[in-house]
T-cell receptor
Framework: DSGVTQTPKHLITATGQRVTLRCSPR?????VYWYQQSLDQGLQFLIQ???????AKGNILERFSAQQFPDLHSELNLSSLELGDSALYFC??????????????FGPGTRLLVL | GENVEQHPSTLSVQEGDSAVIKCTYS??????FPWYKQELGKGPQLIID?????GEKKDQRIAVTLNKTAKHFSLHITETQPEDSAVYFC??????????????FGKGTHLIIQP
């Protein structure tokens, strides 16, 4: 158990809908990362937040957005869902900002199925 | 951006033999290289990492080597056991004063340990 929790575990929805995925980082971790894992694209970095502020963006679509709240939990919002958005979505957390504390601990993931 | 290539995609070895997985990266600014193990239905779990100021690191049966000049790094698992069967991912990122950026992952290697 990494200490990172994600809810829900599974999510089934329809095209055009909007969903919210939730992540609670390990106790004490300030950074949260979101990743998407699909068969064709592999594991892809979407976005990073550090202490409530957006720090880095990866291959995140404009239909997707995220935020990190004062209690450091994070939410990933996916809107106007398409079939191709079906994937596993992982949250990871790390301590940051000190060097040597960049290990990212991954949660168990949310499996999203868009029908 | 960074691009990480990983080989082979599937590796089958006899129990007790060694396994080697190789990765190359494109961005010379990358300075942090973790390896993750992912079992079915679970999130990636860090097994070992190496920073660019180190050429080799070992942890029991697992070792990682890094060649900065050639921009490649490898994972070595000795005395393989059935529980080593999983998908292994290499990754690369840039560490800065604010912690590591999002990870760029290889496509993964499915390691099969034959009894």
């Amino acid at each position: 158990d990494s200490g990172v929790t994600q809810t829900p575990k599974h999510l089934i929805t329809a095209t055009g809908q909007r969903v919210t995925l939730r992540c609670s980082p390990r106790s004490g971790d300030l950074s949260v990362y979101w990743y998407q894992q699909s068969l064709d694209q592999g594991l892809q970095f979407l976005i990073q937040y550090y202490n409530g502020e957006e720090r880095a963006k990866g291959n995140i679509l404009e239909r997707f957005s995220a935020q990190q709240f004062p209690d450091l939990h994070s939410e990933l919002n996916l809107s106007s869902l398409e079939l191709g958005d079906s994937a596993l979505y992982f949250c990871a957390s790390s301590v940051a900002p000190a060097s040597g504390q960049e290990t990212q601990y991954f949660g168990p993931g949310t499996r999203l199925l868009v029908l | 951006g960074e691009n990480v290539e990983q080989h082979p995609s599937t590796l089958s070895v006899q129990e007790g033999d060694s396994a080697v997985i190789k990765c190359t990266y494109s961005d010379s600014a990358s300075n942090y290289f973790p390896w993750y193990k992912q079992e079915l239905g679970k999130g990636p779990q860090l097994i070992i990492d190496i920073r660019s100021n180190v050429g080799e690191k070992k942890d029991q049966r697992i070792a990682v080597t890094l060649n900065k000049t050639a921009k490649h790094f490898s994972l070595h698992i000795t005395e393989t056991q059935p529980e080593d069967s999983a998908v292994y991912f290499c990754a690369a990122s840039i560490r800065s004063g604010g912690g590591a950026d999002g990870l760029t992952f290889g496509k993964g290697t499915h390691l099969i340990i034959q009894p």
